[in-house]
């Protein structure tokens, strides 16, 4: 391989692993809740359950909270349906560190306590729907 052949492998790697790393970075500081997340960044005046849900926990809880992707419980079956109002409400709030950002607006988070208690409700709708 010629050296401007090798050069553009090099550059190609480099460009592949710091897109990697920097979506990995991304990833983890929205789960430790270390910040806001970039992806929910934006004001939410919503106290609608389902509008917040579909907002914030679609994406890896699914639509009907079946358990979509990264690892995220479904929340029609399992452990999940054992969680009291309260202890539901504390986890959206508080986030899983490593696998849930913290949804409070005092951890940084983009929904108010009204809020949480929308989603949390709304997530209690979804053990009875079928």
């Known amino acids: 391989m010629s050296d401007a052949g090798s050069i553009k492998v090099w550059v190609l790697v480099f460009v592949v692993l710091f897109g990697v790393g920097t979506v990995a970075l991304v990833g983890i500081g929205c789960a430790v809740g270390a910040n806001q997340c970039p992806f929910t960044k934006h004001t939410q005046t919503s106290l609608d359950g389902k509008?917040?849900?579909?907002?914030n926990c679609i994406a890896c809880h699914g639509?009907?909270?079946?358990?979509h992707c990264c690892d995220a419980p479904p929340l029609r079956s399992g452990d999940a349906t054992k969680l009291t109002l309260a202890q539901i409400e504390?986890?959206?709030a508080n986030g899983k560190p490593f696998f849930m950002?913290?949804?409070s607006k005092k951890k940084h988070g983009p929904?108010?306590?009204?809020?949480?208690?929308a989603v949390?409700?709304?997530v209690v709708s979804l053990?009875?729907?079928s």
Do not use: F, H, M, N
């Open 101 to 103: 950002p913290a949804y």
């Open 111 to 117: 929904l108010s306590d009204a809020q949480i208690a």
């Open 51 to 55: 509008v917040l849900y579909e907002t």
């Open 63 to 67: 639509i009907s909270g079946e358990g």
């Open 90 to 92: 504390a986890r959206i």
């Open 120 to 122: 949390a409700q709304y």
């Open 127 to 129: 053990r009875t729907k």
